[in-house]
């Protein structure tokens, strides 16, 4: 079972997310900040993660950093989920080292279609 981990301030957010994810087959850990995201990614080794931009503590994009350079897979798919949606966004944080984009709100419907294409899964 693939492990994915969410790093979502947001309740409603979080829980929405790891419902979708479970109930296609994934385990999931939950991380409600920033800087546990980072200590979380590196214990966890989880398969891929879902990286909420506004965080309360440090932002996604120094998440992102901290993660990319840490002793967690350095070629982890890291997938924003983000209410970023001003024109240059998506391609900002995809040159920040961001593997996908998905812009909040996620459709339940496809959002697991787009979370597959970009961990190299297929349906």
Same mark, same amino acid.
């Given at each position: 079972m693939q492990k994915a981990l969410v790093i979502e301030d947001n309740e409603d957010n979080m829980n929405l997310i790891t419902f979708i994810l479970h109930k296609y087959g994934y385990s999931t850990v939950w991380a409600e900040n920033g800087r546990r995201g980072v200590e979380l990614a590196i214990q966890e080794k989880p398969d891929f993660i879902?990286? *909420? !931009?506004?965080?309360? *503590?440090?932002?996604?994009y120094e998440v992102l950093r901290l993660i990319r350079v840490? %002793?967690?897979?350095?070629?982890?798919? !890291? !997938?924003?989920?983000t209410s970023y949606a001003m024109s240059g966004d998506r %391609?900002?944080?995809?040159n920040a080292g961001c593997t996908g984009y998905i812009e909040k709100p996620i459709d339940p419907e496809s959002v697991m279609v787009e979370i597959r294409k970009?961990?190299?899964?297929?349906?």
């Open positions: 879902i990286l *909420d !931009i506004q965080l309360p *503590d440090i932002d996604g840490s %002793e967690a897979n350095g070629n982890l798919p !890291i !997938i924003a989920m %391609e900002k944080l995809l970009i961990i190299g899964e297929t349906p």
